[in-house]
T-cell receptor, first 113, second 111 residues
């Protein structure tokens, strides 16, 4: 069964550094998402992406964040200047369409020191 | 925006008992309600979902009910097993696919 994959599984960075989190959605899916989960808390929506543009974003997704689909398979989340409070598990998800099941990747644990 | 409340935050049951987790949502336009199971350190995995044109859906030991008038939906697990132990998240969505999650319920099934 196809799965969403993410790399790296764990990223440690210094405050102020840029990080890029990578995701490979399921191949026939058209909608892509990033969520984050601070340790012990609920999953929070960051951004959704369709047809090569952002379709919706949350208040968390400020100017420090950006997303890109650089080629036909990868979907990336960039944080330009990381802050301590960006430390969280970041999940990528994909779905065939609206109101379709969102399948989550295994997550990237980001630790900002 | 949408707000999803989930109760209880923790639930302990004996193996074989039933478990019920309840969620309420605020936006009457929400029309899709999935439930995800998350084991420690792993990805959330969909276990069942329901759309607003259906009042109940069942899949083996798992069922979900939806009351659109009251804006609440519930997850029912019967004949619980130790491997059901995990954190369960409800979520709501209204068509443009953003999922708003509840805070989660930690279910512990004791043998």
């Amino acid at each position: 069964e196809p799965e969403v994959t993410q790399t790296p599984s764990h990223q440690v960075t210094q405050m102020g550094q840029e990080v890029i989190l990578r995701c490979v959605p399921i191949s026939n899916h058209l909608y892509f998402y990033w969520y984050r989960q601070i340790l012990g808390q609920k999953v929070e929506f960051l951004v959704s992406f369709y047809n090569n543009e952002i379709s919706e974003k949350s208040e968390i997704f400020d100017d420090q964040f950006s997303v890109e689909r650089p080629d036909g398979s990868n979907f990336t989340l960039k944080i330009r200047s990381t802050k301590l409070e960006d430390s969280a598990m970041y999940f990528c998800a994909s779905s065939e369409g609206q109101l379709h099941t969102q399948y989550f990747g295994p997550g990237t644990r980001l630790t900002v020191l | 925006g949408e707000n999803v409340e989930q109760h209880p935050s923790t639930l302990s049951v004996q193996e074989g008992d039933s478990a019920v987790i309840k969620c309420t949502y605020s936006d009457s336009a929400s029309n899709y309600f999935p439930w995800y199971k998350q084991e420690l350190g792993k990805r959330p995995q969909l276990i069942i979902d329901i759309r607003s044109n259906v009042g109940e859906k069942k899949d083996q030991r798992i069922a979900v009910t939806l009351n659109k008038t009251a804006k609440h939906f519930s997850l029912h697990i019967t004949e619980t097993q130790p491997e059901d132990s995990a954190v369960y998240f409800c979520a709501a969505s209204k068509g443009y696919s953003t999922l708003t999650f509840g805070k989660g319920t930690m279910l512990l099934v004791s043998p």
